[in-house]
């Protein structure tokens, strides 16, 4: 399914290019991104946080980190260290503030998409049913590794 005259692997590299631009304008540490790798089902999550897409593109993003770099981020960004609620509903807000970003930048490359509420991944989630995986890691300072995850059910 392509959205207007986009095919499905020009929309995958500007959700790509969208995603990595989300991620640096958002998260306030300076990343070195990895390569981007297609990985197969299922997905398996210890902590993160998923939101869906529909419209124009159809799948999730799911972020996934420590719950500790979590609240390191979101110590940054608010200047104190967050308790276990607060910490899931940072998670929470955090992936809506990337998936928002990643969602006007594909508004702006002619891709019209929704968002959908975020999903807090704890435990062993284990997802699948997806047809295509992204996965692309994002390494920070002092080993803090976040994992983004395109999971494409186009």
Known sequence: MATGD??????IKEVYNGTIYAVKKIVPLEPE???PQLIEPPLLVKFGVM?????G??????LQSTDAFFSEIGELMFGMPLSEEMLESFAG???????GSLATYLA???IV?????PTVLKGDAKLSGFKRALLVEINYHAD????VHLLLNQ
């Open 6 to 11: 986009k095919n499905i692997n020009e929309i």
């Open 33 to 35: 991104v990895g390569a």
């Open 51 to 55: 939101i869906g897409f529909t419209g």
């Open 57 to 62: 593109i159809k799948g999730e993003l799911v």
């Open 93 to 99: 807000e955090l992936g809506n503030m990337i998936a």
């Open 108 to 110: 702006d490359v002619s």
């Open 113 to 117: 998409t929704d968002i959908t509420h």
């Open 144 to 147: 803090q590794k976040m994992a």
